[in-house]
Structures are given as structure tokens and as C-alpha cells.
């Protein structure tokens, strides 16, 4: 029998932005295995020396539609991808497209963005800012429009620390719309020299340039059937498609990559903190529920709406419970156990991490930590005649470290009545079908569950005997020389202190 989620999306034509990501490739793929949708169509832009059309050859062998062509063969068949660059005038979208967009389209997902901490201002402002204004001019085109979803960030209003399921436009240095136009007036080089003053206390152009695109649907979503979902920091799936599915090393993702590798032994994080995490598939099952609900409550404003009142736009902030919540400190033992039970077997050292909340001590402990060791190895790299890669990765993980210290030096705390609403609004079917209460999450369960999947998602290393009994070899043996090495420096500094304690007397 089919749910109420399942008969929303029964027969509808959707549109879905970003959908080449992570989290977009995940939904797409709950909408298409849950549900019985008529179209999909797809933003994807071609990429250097390779095109739309290999693009989506590609993006169909992806092994998270494993499972869903098992049960549905010719499910990828509603998949319509529509050619086009977020960063382009018009979204880059031809007009024969647009006007089969502007027909057809009943649903609309924006989740396309670039979260690259480190992206120059006019290129947020072009992907995460401006190509929501865009979107909204689309979707008003829209002759069935139902429901549309802009997919922003918990930490979209990070210059506080407690973010409530509201708008906090007070917060910017200026508004979206005056941005906006400096980016189309000043050059490239110009705007981006204005990054700081732009910025204020935003600590990236992400963040910033996700609240401004916040700030775009504030004041001009109007009477569209618009919600906000803010997704906090997002993990492995837990359950759905499969355990630990991931499609790259991204953000903590690499983290935990350099630690399982043996390369990361230090972090710059605050241990005391809440580790603000979600999985995977946890945010797909939200993002399909929040369109549900959002055309429900549109449908029943319209009434009210003629007679020249519009229903109130909802953001759903989405993290942990506060009654189920994890330290940073915790994240890192249940992680390493789970390594530690499965161990990859190309790991380069034993795997190990401190962990400092003090910048200054940081760059002293990546001497020690990161660079000499790197060092070292890349030497024997160059004598065996191969391109030397260590320190430079080093250097790549520690910015990647200094620019997630921002959001892991304390904590945040999100109102999630909005979202434990919605929950509460769903039918049983529907809470089983499409789960992301965080209440409930069992997070040993969820560590042990996942890491066999990330081990095969980042380092292709099935879950077999073979591959474990080989992992624990080389980890016994990277233990034992680690232990070594442990203790030849403590005898050295042992010494020295003897050493200095004499010349002292």
C-alpha cells in the first residue's frame, strides 16, 4: 500500500540541481527507488574534455544505483538530464529547455553548489547566491509548481552559536541584492579584494554566499511553495542505498581518509565539542519529505492566499538531537575502533591521532607529526624514483584542518522544531520508509555499521577475509615498528634530559 510521501511523488515531474554531488545523487536515488516518479530531469554541466552526455554515461555506473536497478531495471530511464553551468547567465539552460522545464515541472530540489571553503567570492556568488535568484525566476515560470526545496547549510548563519529555523538577515555586512550587483559591475579581481570587508565574521565565502542566498529567498520567494532545509555536517549513508556509501574524500571525509591511511596523526579540533553529523541518507530522506510537506502546506494556504495572505516560508534545520548528541572526542574513538576491527591493508604507518584545540601548538605539532616523517618518506620516494607526494599532502590536509576549526573549536546549537514537526507529521509507514529521526540513532551501531563500506567506497578494499587478515598483518607489523619508534624517542629525550641534569650539577 502506498504511503502519502509515495503518492506525492506518484506520477510528478521533478528538477533536481546538483544532482552530480553527493547528497543530490542520494536523493536521487531514494526519489527513484521509493517512490514512482514520471521525470527526473537534471542539471549537469559539461566538464573540461568531457561532455554532458559522458558526464551522465558516468554518473549512471555509479555503484549507489546498484541496488536500485536490482529491484527496478529500467529505473535510470526517467533520468533526463538538461545541459547547463550554474555559473552561466540563465543557468545556462537552453530556451527549449527552459520552456520543457516551465510545462512540465511540478517539483523542484536546488541543491547545486560549490563547497569549497576556499572558492573566490565571485564564484560563490555566481553558484551559491545568484543561481538561487535564477532558479526562483525559473520556478515562478513554473505552470504546476508544487514544492520547491533550496538545499542551504546549518552553518549558514555560523556567527552564532545558537541558529534558530529563521532568517538572520541582520547579520550581513549588506544585502543579497547589493552584492549581487557589485558582482556584475565590479571585475572579478576587484570583488574578490573586497572578500574580507564582504565577508564580515563569516569565516568563507561558503557560508557567506549560502546566506545570502538565504536572504534571496527571504525577498523573493514571495507566495512560491518554497522551503529552506539546512543539513548540518553530512556523513556516510548508514543504511541506504548501502552502509557507507561515499562518492569521494571530502571534507571530514578526508580526515578520516588520512587517519585510516596513516598519514594524519594530528588534528586541529575541539575534543570537548559536539561533533555536529548526519548521515548520509538521513538528509536525502528529509529533503524528499520537506517537498511532501511543503506542497500540503501550500495547498491548504491557498485559500487564505486569494484573499491576499501567504503561508510562512519554513526552514528545517537539520542535527543531531541534543538528547542524543556526540563529542568530537567521541567521533574519534568509536571512528578509530571501527578501523582499527577492519584495518585497510595499504596503510603506510600505524594509525593514530592526537588531537590539539590551540593553533600555535598545532603548527608546532605538524613539524613533528606531519612534516619530518613526511619528509623522510618522500626522500625514499625520490630514490625509488617516484614523484615525491607527502609533504605536499600534508600541506593540502593542515588548510583543510584550519578551515574546518571554525565549526569544530566549539559548539553549536541548532532549533530543530520545524524538523521534529515534519517528523511527527508522518505517518508510521512513512517514518519507516523515509527515516532521519536522530533521536533514535544508535551512533556505535552506526560507526560499526558504516566503516565496512567506506572501506570499500575509499579504498576498494572489499569486507573479505582475504582483505582483513592482510590489513591486520600490516597492522601488526606498522604497531610494532610504531611501538619502536616510540621508544627510541622517548630514550632520546630521556637521555638529553639526563644529559642536561648533569652539565647542570
Known sequence: METEVQRFYKGKTLFVTGGTGF???????????????????????????????ARVAKWMNQPIFESLLKTKPKALQLMKPIAGDCIEPDLGISDSDRKLLEKEVQIVIHGAATVRFTEPLHIALAIN???????????????????????????????????????????LTCSADKVLHLRETLSAELL?????????????????????????????????????????????NYKEPSSGWIDNPFGLIALVYGIAYGVLHLLLANMKAQAILLPGDYCANLAVVSAWETAKKAARARPSAMKGSNSKLTIYNFAPSRTNSLLWNEFRSKAMQAGNLEPISNMIWYPFVHATNCPWLFRLGCIFYHYVPGFLYD????????????????????????????????TFWFSTDNTEALWEHMSPEDRQGFNFDMKSLDWDDYFQTIWSGMRLCLFKEPPTQAFLAEGKRIQFRYYVLHSMCQLLIVSAVAYVIWLLFNIWQ
Open 379 to 410: 626522500i625514499v620516494l625520490r630514490l625509488r624514483g617516484e614523484k615525491p607526494r607527502l609533504v605536499h599532502t600534508y600541506r593540502k590536509a593542515h588548510e583543510n584542518l584550519k578551515a574546518l576549526h571554525f565549526f569544530n573549536k566549539k
Open 192 to 236: 574578490d579584494k573586497m572578500t574580507p570587508a564582504l565577508l564580515g565574521k563569516y569565516p568563507n565565502t561558503y557560508s557567506y554566499t549560502k546566506a545570502l542566498a538565504e536572504q534571496v529567498i527571504q525577498e523573493e520567494a514571495g507566495d512560491l511553495p518554497v522551503c529552506i532545509f539546512r543539513p548540518a555536517i553530512i556523513f556516510a
Open 129 to 171: 547566491t545568484r543561481a538561487t535568484r535564477l532558479m526562483l525566476q525559473l520556478a515562478r515560470k513554473m505552470h504546476h509548481l508544487e514544492a520547491f526545496v533550496q538545499i542551504s547549510t546549518a552553518y549558514s548563519n555560523c556567527v552564532i552559536d545558537n541558529i534558530g529555523e529563521e532568517f538572520y538577515p541582520h547579520h
Open 23 to 53: 547528497l543530490g545523487k542520494v536523493i536521487i536515488e531514494k526519489i527513484l527507488r521509493a517512490t514512482d516518479p514520471k521525470h527526473i530531469y537534471f542539471l549537469v554541466r559539461s566538464k573540461k574534455n568531457e561532455d554532458v552526455n
